[in-house]
């Protein structure tokens, strides 16, 4: 069974970092792509960026609005997917979702949710 | 980047009903490779969003037949030929020929 689980949202300051976590299991992780995924409080879904598979040498793509200011990553050894989010801005609050990544999200974890505020 | 403009915004729905959702793109979703990326994804009510319906018209696994999708270039729907209870939610049409987009959503509800 495919399962993704998100981990480390909580409250920060604007100005902050936070580094998110997708624990997967199920699959041969280094076979798939693996994206992150937001959405806002009663919003539509943001696709934030994704890594590549192994056969696609891990490289990454970012959406304009966060490139710079977050990096996706990935422990191969370990199956854990990584969202390192710096520079937090108030409309940055939202629940952040992984999702395995095949041209479309497949699976999707539960979500964790990230508020930026003083 | 590619914007998604699904309606209605809202669907009231009795049970047993037909539903139809369209989703425009601003672009063709047509790939270079012949492929065109559209997907459907349903979030119920506290959960996160689950696939439905991939490539314009293919069924995920487990997705009920009572689920298609249809459509092509800028221009897609998705049917529910026979509505329950648990089809109830909010659903998102995206594409992912360009970088990855989805639209606002259309809410399902009953009448």
């Known amino acids: 069974e495919v399962k993704l689980v998100e981990s480390g949202g909580g409250l920060v300051q604007p100005g902050g970092s936070l580094r998110l976590s997708c624990a997967t299991s199920?699959?041969?992780?280094?076979?798939?792509?693996m994206s992150w995924v937001r959405q806002p409080p009663g919003k539509a879904l943001e696709w934030l960026g994704f890594?590549?598979?192994?056969?696609?040498?891990?490289?990454?793509e970012y959406s304009a609005s966060v490139k710079g200011r977050f990096t996706i990553s990935r422990d191969n050894s370990q199956s854990i997917l990584y969202l390192q989010m710096n520079t937090l801005r108030a409309e940055d609050s939202a629940t952040y979702y992984c999702?395995?990544?095949?041209?479309?999200?497949?699976?999707w974890g539960q979500g964790t949710s990230v508020t930026v505020s003083s | 980047d590619v914007v998604m403009t699904q309606t209605p915004l809202s669907l009231p729905v009795s049970l047993g009903d037909q539903a139809s959702i369209s989703c425009r793109s601003s672009?063709?979703?047509?790939?270079?490779?012949?492929?065109?990326?559209l997907h459907w994804y349903l979030q119920k009510p506290g959960q996160s969003p689950k696939l439905l319906i991939y490539?314009?018209?293919n069924r995920f696994s487990g997705v009920p037949d009572r689920f298609s999708g249809s459509g092509s270039g800028t221009d897609f729907t998705l049917k529910i030929s026979r509505v329950e209870a648990e089809d109830l939610g909010v659903y998102f049409c995206?594409?992912?020929?360009?970088?990855?987009?989805f639209g606002g959503g259309t809410k399902l509800e009953i009448k």
């Open positions: 999702a395995r990544d095949t041209r479309a999200m497949d699976y």
């Open positions: 199920g699959f041969t992780f280094t076979d798939y792509y």
């Open positions: 890594i590549r598979n192994k056969a696609n040498g891990y490289t990454t």
């Open positions: 672009q063709s979703l047509v790939h270079s490779n012949g492929n065109t990326y």
């Open positions: 490539k314009v018209s």
């Open positions: 995206s594409q992912s020929t360009h970088v990855p987009t």
